[in-house]
């Protein structure tokens, strides 16, 4: 069994940058793909960033260019920068561990964009 914590969210003006982490237990992270997710009130949970074992990630549209996924294996731990934050980012984000065999999520850490 796998555990994951996320952590950095808080509350940010238009315009500004938090970094979130997400730290894995276990030794299966190296191999796994892992993901940050979002889902804002009364919204369903969407993706936002994926980066797989290898290093290759993918974005959601609306983050391109705004958000960067990365991930460090000796750390156990993958991280997403997020800048030029937006009102509509406002949202709680979880990290997603997944393999063949498992799927896991953190419990979500609040980011809210607010003036």
């Known amino acids: 069994q796998v555990q994951l914590v996320d952590d950095g969210g808080g509350l940010v003006q238009p315009g500004g940058s938090l970094r979130l982490s997400c730290a894995a237990s276990?030794?299966?992270?190296?191999?796994?793909?892992m993901g940050w997710y979002r889902q804002a009130p009364g919204k369903e949970r969407e993706l936002v960033a994926t980066i797989t074992s290898g290093g290759i990630t993918n974005y959601a549209d609306s983050v391109k260019g705004r958000f960067t996924i990365s991930r460090d294996n000796a750390k156990n731990t993958m991280y997403l920068q997020l800048n030029s934050l937006k009102p509509e980012d406002t949202a709680v984000y979880y990290c997603?561990?997944?393999?063949?065999?498992?799927?896991?999520w953190g419990q979500g850490t609040l980011v809210t964009v607010s003036p």
């Open positions: 276990g030794n299966i992270f190296s191999i796994a793909t």
């Open positions: 997603n561990l997944r393999t063949w065999s498992l799927n896991a």
